[in-house]
């Protein structure tokens, strides 16, 4: 199966992307997919540059991404643009990365982390859907320290993505990342026990998981390619 692994801003997606990993899944980053498309002397990295301004690039030809962060999340215009200019490709990489994993070998589960997973309107995209979450007062506490944001800052970013309620009333399963780590990776990996229990089209149990009955039956070529690996088989 394709597993979509999103949640709020450090929530602690890519620890549970990594547990999965530990368990035999592909795993697969939006977040690394981007700093692709964004490697120095790329040809994103100079449109971003000459939209937001040439003092973004380092002298040594990277971005900065931080200086880059303050500027769209205190400016949604600024947002938007990037946003429009940056996801398609990186849809499209993200895209071929699966379709590559599916293809070298349709036995394992693929897991991929998207930040914007319902944001985007990807849900189509995957066989189920987790959902990291935490507090709140976790959530900022976590950005202080990861990011160095005061309060009013990891706020204010937090709330450009949809609600983390919305999130999880959509999620199939929700991982509370907020105390041991011992129990987060059991919790993952009674996902995992569910996951290789159940085939795409089963409904996971309902005491570990919330189905998302709102999913469309659209196809994308993104399914049609893993139908076709199935049929190989």
């Known amino acids: 199966m394709v597993i979509g692994v999103t949640g709020g801003l450090a ?86 990365q699966i379709e590559e994993a599916l293809a070298g070998n349709p036995e394992r589960h693929v897991v991929v982390e998207v930040p914007l997973l319902f944001e985007l309107g990807m849900e189509n995209w995957f066989d189920k859907i987790v959902v990291v979450t935490c507090s709140e007062r976790a959530e900022i506490a976590r950005l202080f320290w990861r990011d160095g944001l005061n309060e009013l800052e990891a706020r204010m970013r937090i709330s450009t993505q949809l609600p983390l309620a919305e999130k999880v009333r959509r999620a199939d399963y929700v991982v509370h990342n907020e105390g041991a780590r011992s129990a987060v990776a059991s919790h993952v990996g009674r996902i995992w026990k569910k996951l290789n229990e159940s085939s795409p089209a089963d409904n996971a149990d309902s005491s570990e998981c919330l189905i998302n009955e709102a999913k469309s039956s659209v196809e994308t070529p993104l399914l049609k390619a893993r139908r076709s690996y199935r049929r190989k088989k």
């Not at 999965?20 to 120095?40: C, H, K, M, Q, Y």
Request: proline fraction near 5%.
């Open 11 to 96: 929530t602690g997606k890519s620890t549970v992307s990594a547990m999965f990993g530990d368990l035999g899944a592909t795993v697969i980053s939006a977040d690394n997919v981007a700093r692709e498309v964004l490697a120095p002397n790329s040809p994103m990295i100079g449109q971003v540059a000459e939209a937001f301004g040439f003092h973004l690039i380092r002298t040594d030809g990277t971005l900065d991404r931080e200086q880059l962060a303050r500027l769209i999340f205190s400016d949604s215009d600024a947002r938007y643009r990037l946003d429009k200019m940056m996801h398609p490709p990186i849809l499209e990489r993200l895209r071929r």
